[in-house]
């Protein structure tokens, strides 16, 4: 008899676990879907973005600005993104790996990390971001992506940085991600190599009232997209 109510007692707990697990699946699913709609409307601003940069680059003659100056010394800002959760496969994993080896060599470095697990991994080699954006990294927004990128723009006309990159990872495809590096600051055309230009001209742009007054506007608005959007392929 005892062997019977344990058996359907088992049951009744495989029952149980097997419709909340269905449950899980389905709001799984639904935050997928809602991500996946967010990165296709996204990706199109990214590439537009970077495509109208490399126009700039490649169509202005010889301007000036800081965010066009050489790089001076090694002294770089690294915004890594990861989740504020585990449970997602190897993906922290494989970003902050990626990540490590990208930053170990570099002697004057900045960390900007982005989610708990970043905090928590770099903390668990005794390495201390220099900033930390928790929270941001589930459901981020502009105002997330305008306030980090407002901290490294500070450092960078300031000179004590001199160079800003972004550790993300990239969607490939749907079901394709690779954790990849891009330089945001300085502006240099061959980290623009992979955009292909809609507009096929060879005249120069002028600009109006100034090449700087343009790029003071554009270009943090353009490093503000390129991190919201790099926060949106993360999710």
Do not use: W
Not at 94 to 118: P, Q, T
Not at 208 to 219: A, G, T
Request: aromatic share 10%.
């Amino acid at each position: 008899m005892q062997n019977i109510i344990d058996i359907k007692n088992r049951s009744a707990s495989i029952k149980e676990t097997s419709q909340i697990t269905k449950a899980m699946e389905m709001i799984s699913t639904s935050k997928l879907r809602k991500a996946n709609k967010k990165y296709i409307n996204n990706t199109a601003y990214f590439n537009k973005v970077r495509m109208t940069i490399k126009d700039i680059l490649t169509h202005t003659g010889d301007i000036s600005h800081p965010y066009l100056r050489k790089q001076q010394g090694e002294k770089t800002a690294y915004i890594i993104i990861a989740s504020d959760k585990g449970l997602a496969g190897d993906y922290n994993h494989r970003v902050l790996k990626f990540a490590f080896d990208e930053v170990s060599n570099i002697r004057e470095r900045y960390l900007f990390v982005i989610g708990h697990m970043a905090k928590n991994f770099f903390y668990s080699r005794n390495i201390y971001p220099d900033v930390e954006y928790l929270n941001a990294s589930q459901n981020p927004t502009l105002e997330d992506a305008r306030a980090i990128t407002q901290d490294l723009l500070e450092m960078f006309e300031s000179h004590l940085i001199d160079s800003i990159k972004v550790v993300y990872t990239k969607m490939v495809t749907s079901t394709v991600q690779k954790p990849v590096v891009l330089r945001l600051l300085p502006l240099v055309p061959e980290d623009f190599l992979d955009i292909q230009s809609e507009t096929d001209y060879s005249s120069i742009l002028d600009f109006e009232p100034s090449p700087k007054k343009v790029f003071d506007i554009l270009v943090p608005q353009y490093i503000i997209g390129i991190v919201y959007s790099c926060l949106i392929q993360s999710v």
